[in-house]
């Protein structure tokens, strides 16, 4: 059996696995918003020779100041505009697609009815006048 775990000062642990101290036992911690975890968010109780231990020392949980959340911010921040850069453009992309295909379809058809009317007046040259009457 592995010893006792306390929950990391500020913060909570959850027992996935066993009963809190037999062999495989697993142990999962959690900081609360404000901190960040020093060490393995998860522990595992096992045989390391003749006797039973914990995968890794008990994690702390350790205050996060402000300077140090403000680079994830400034990151977040900045992958959102970079995300919207990336789907205008994709946008703009797509419409100019959009609108080639449609214009050259427009083309396309306009090139048919203009040979449709070649044809037409060719057969009409060729027909007699008494015909025509």
Same mark, same amino acid.
């Given at each position: 059996?592995?010893?006792?775990?306390?929950?990391?000062?500020?913060?909570?642990?959850?027992?996935?696995?066993?009963?809190?101290?037999?062999?495989?036992?697993?142990?999962?911690?959690?900081?609360?918003?404000?901190?960040?975890?020093?060490?393995?968010?998860?522990?595992?109780?096992?045989?390391?020779?003749?006797?039973?231990?914990?995968?890794?020392?008990?994690?702390?949980?350790?205050?996060?100041?402000?300077?140090?959340?403000?680079?994830?911010?400034?990151?977040?921040?900045? &992958?959102?505009?970079?995300? &919207?850069?990336?789907?205008?453009?994709?946008?703009?992309?797509?419409?100019?697609?959009?609108?080639?295909?449609?214009?050259?379809?427009?083309?396309?058809?306009?090139?048919?009815?203009?040979?449709?009317?070649?044809?037409?007046?060719?057969?009409?040259?060729?027909?007699?006048?008494?015909?025509?009457?």
């Amino acid at each position: 059996m592995c010893t006792q775990v306390q929950p990391p000062k500020r913060g909570t642990l959850q027992v996935l696995h066993g009963d809190g101290t037999s062999v495989g036992t697993v142990i999962v911690f959690y900081c609360p918003s404000g901190h960040q975890m020093v060490g393995s968010g998860l522990l595992t109780c096992t045989w390391k020779g003749s006797i039973a231990e914990w995968s890794s020392g008990t994690p702390v949980c350790k205050s996060v100041t402000v300077h140090e959340t403000f680079g994830f911010r400034v990151a977040v921040i900045a &992958s959102i505009i970079s995300c &919207s850069i990336i789907l205008l453009m994709s946008m703009a992309f797509l419409t100019c697609c959009l609108l080639k295909c449609v214009k050259r379809t427009k083309q396309q058809h306009l090139d048919r009815t203009a040979q449709l009317w070649l044809q037409l007046r060719e057969i009409l040259v060729k027909v007699p006048e008494r015909w025509l009457v």
